[in-house]
């Protein structure tokens, strides 16, 4: 290194204090500051250590000298070469990655947040550790100072110099680290209010895609026993970190209770994402549920955060949970047992934070037996379950729920809301409802748009409406009692029915779908279920 003039050295000192009050990357600044440092003359080895987290102690070599387990210095840079320049000394693993706080010079300096300096090393070395590679690396002079921001000791900085440290070095390395000190936890809070934007703005665009529904048809309605149990249920398992899982057949309102449960929760002021298991290609799972890194692979021209990235510290809903494939759900479990999981494409371990509520249509205990689902995932999801019965099962709640969805439809299309009769309500309650309220919602739109002076022309399945042919539908009369297989045959005998009955549409307005009530992804998972094909399909 060819010697630099004291004014040359003051220059430089300066120039590295401007470099370092503009660097809003704590890493970049951290690297700044020792690569800084080792520029000027004959610094051998500049390093920081910063106080976190006791993290390696089973294999940490100074574990048997360590007074607490909870915090100690990390090595997080390092600059410097050997004297014939043939070793570079960049590495983060060494020996020294970890200092316990108060043990050996290094630690005694976070400790007490006083500098530790050494001009001539030739009178002073009792404090070496290697004393050979003092000798083989001319080592002169060290200078330990403690990184303090106000009261707050965040670390040290160490400086290794193969000349005596002259009067004016001491004090410029001095207001290195108190000007280090300052920058990185300038840089610390700029990074954590970009990571809280970068969450705020995910957190907004998940939640759009969820609002409207919301907006318009929000709110648990009912006065049924059934109703009154569910909503004790959430109020209990609201305030815990439980998980949840909440079983119903489609369309029953398995999200409004979900939502009910984080509305309630001290998670409430972050967001709730919901994840449609079933509607996700089998290869897109991870990278849905955990995000990926920018290049990871075809088509990911830019990094994504994934639901649980979203998700954190608030709640995940997984919808639909039994729709994940069995091959899937072991990478689901780890992160509900560890909480930790890595993006797709990216070795960083991320924590996960987020409360999980599930929500099923299936039999799981059944997909247990039948090797469909994990069991040990089944018992991780199922620490609190809220089952929801049928519409058909609570013929009670429909006139309140009529009412309500007549109000939120009426007040959405900015009209008033027609008049429910006791003809409209004894037809309502007469009716099986296999599509549940989601189905009850999409017939009132319907009827509401067929009505003429503010009267209601509902138009149930099997009822002869505007030429329509009358089908054969079975109904409930107040003693009849349909056992689990029959009604799991009336519903096959109603999705092939509508099939049929749109020529074998799913989607759109004229689809099966919507003429049964639910959403397209839910109608293929039952017609795979169900084992029905559109005539012809192989």
């Known amino acids: 290194m060819i010697p630099l003039s004291n004014n040359s050295e003051i220059e430089a000192y300066k120039h590295l204090l401007l470099e370092m009050a503009s660097e809003t990357s704590v890493t970049a600044l951290l690297d700044l500051i020792v690569r800084g440092l080792g520029?000027?003359?004959?610094?051998?080895?500049?390093?920081?250590?910063?106080?976190?987290?006791?993290?390696i102690c089973h294999d940490c070599h100074m574990a048997g000298e360590c007074p607490d387990r909870e915090r100690c210095l990390h090595l997080v840079a390092s600059a410097g070469k050997s004297k014939a320049g043939h070793h570079s000394w960049d590495t983060l693993n060494g020996f020294f990655r970890r200092f316990p706080i108060g043990i050996r010079k290094v630690g005694k300096i976070a400790a007490t947040g006083e500098p530790f300096e050494v001009v001539d090393i030739k009178g002073d070395s009792q404090w070496i550790v290697h004393p050979q590679w003092v000798a083989q690396e001319g080592i002169a002079a060290y200078s330990g100072q403690p990184l303090k921001a106000g009261n707050t000791t965040l670390g040290v900085l160490s400086v290794f110099s193969r000349r005596a440290l002259n009067a004016e070095m001491v004090p410029w390395l001095r207001l290195v680290a108190n000007h280090a000190a300052i920058s990185i936890m300038n840089a610390q809070t700029f990074a954590d209010n970009t990571a809280l934007r970068k969450q705020l703005n995910l957190e907004n665009r998940f939640l759009k895609q969820e609002i409207e529904e919301v907006r318009s048809f929000g709110g648990i309605v009912g006065k049924s026993e059934a109703i009154r149990n569910i909503i004790k249920k959430i109020h209990l398992v609201a305030p815990t970190t439980a998980n949840v899982l909440i079983m119903g057949e489609s369309g029953t309102g398995k999200e409004l209770i979900a939502r009910e449960i984080h509305k309630l929760s001290p998670r409430r002021d972050r967001a709730m994402i919901r994840v449609n298991c079933a509607s996700i290609p089998p290869d897109l799972y991870e990278s849905e549920f955990f995000g990926h890194a920018r290049g990871a692979f075809t088509g990911a021209v830019k990094p994504r955060?994934?639901?649980?990235?979203?998700?954190?510290?608030?709640?995940?809903?997984?919808?639909?949970?039994?729709?994940?494939?069995?091959?899937?759900?072991?990478?689901?479990?780890?992160?509900?047992?560890?909480?930790?999981?890595?993006?797709?494409?990216?070795?960083?371990?991320?924590?996960?934070?987020?409360?999980?509520?599930?929500?099923?249509?299936?039999?799981?205990?059944?997909?247990?037996?039948?090797?469909?689902?994990?069991?040990?995932?089944?018992?991780?999801?199922?620490?609190?379950?809220?089952?929801?019965?049928?519409?058909r099962q609570r013929p009670d709640d429909i006139p309140p729920l009529a009412a309500h969805l007549l109000r939120a439809i009426a007040q959405r299309s900015n009209c008033p809301p027609p008049v429910l009769t006791q003809k409209n309500i004894q037809d309502l309650k007469g009716y099986h409802w296999p599509g549940n309220v989601r189905e009850l919602q999409n017939i009132l739109e319907r009827a509401m748009i067929l009505s003429e002076n503010g009267r209601l022309s509902i138009d149930l399945p099997g009822t002869p409406v505007q030429g329509r042919v009358p089908v054969p539908e079975a109904r409930l009369t107040d003693k009849a009692v349909l056992s689990e297989s029959r009604i799991r045959e009336m519903e096959r005998q109603n999705t092939q029915r509508a099939l049929e009955t749109c020529g074998w549409q799913i989607y759109g307005e004229k689809g099966a779908a919507a003429l049964i009530g639910i959403n397209p992804t839910t109608l293929i998972a039952r017609m795979k279920r169900m084992g029905l094909k559109k005539p012809g399909v192989s």
Do not use: C, S
């Open 39 to 55: 520029r000027i003359t004959d610094m051998a080895l500049a390093r920081i250590w910063l106080i976190r987290p006791g993290d």
């Open 305 to 391: 955060a994934g639901r649980f990235g979203a998700a954190h510290q608030g709640t995940l809903f997984l919808d639909e949970v039994g729709e994940i494939p069995l091959t899937l759900q072991g990478k689901l479990l780890r992160v509900l047992q560890e909480g930790e999981y890595e993006r797709v494409g990216e070795e960083r371990t991320r924590q996960a934070d987020a409360r999980i509520i599930a929500a099923t249509n299936r039999d799981l205990k059944r997909e247990i037996q039948e090797n469909q689902f994990r069991e040990d995932l089944y018992f991780r999801l199922n620490v609190f379950p809220i089952e929801v019965p049928p519409l």
